[in-house]
Nanobody, 123 residues
Framework: QVQLVESGGGLVQPGGSLRLSCAAS????????MGWFRQAPGKEREFIAVVGWSGISTLYADSVKGRFTISRDNAANTMYLQMNSLKPEDTAVYYC????????????????WGQGTQVTVSS
């Protein structure tokens, strides 16, 4: 059974940093592209970033480019999202996502989802 478990969310002040983790089980992790989406109240789930199976290929949404960094550790079956210079508009539930082989950038392309972790940016 595939499980994606996010951790690392919380409350942070504007300008602060957080590091999210996504631990995967039940999959051959190195065969999957991994990514992050987020969903704010009343809004659609939106793409944030994706990393290919090797960790070399990455893609970011314009809204987070230069502030967020996605990475993965295939030996640990874990993906990360380092979030710096956080803004109130980054407040959302952040979801880990996986797709077999190819990178992705839309909800429809995702094979598996995590349960989400709340990130709140507020003073």
């Amino acid at each position: 059974q595939v499980q994606l478990v996010e951790s690392g969310g919380g409350l942070v002040q504007p300008g602060g940093s957080l590091r999210l983790s996504c631990a995967a089980s039940g999959v051959t992790f190195s065969s999957f592209s991994m990514g992050w989406f987020r969903q704010a109240p009343g809004k659609e789930r939106e793409f944030i970033a994706v990393v290919g199976w090797s960790g070399i290929s990455t893609l970011y949404a314009d809204s987070v480019k230069g502030r967020f960094t996605i990475s993965r550790d295939n030996a640990a079956n874990t993906m990360y999202l380092q979030m710096n210079s956080l803004k109130p508009e980054d407040t959302a539930v952040y979801y880990c996502a996986a797709r077999r082989s190819e990178v992705f950038f839309s909800v429809a392309q995702v094979n598996y989802w995590g349960q989400g972790t709340q990130v709140t940016v507020s003073s």
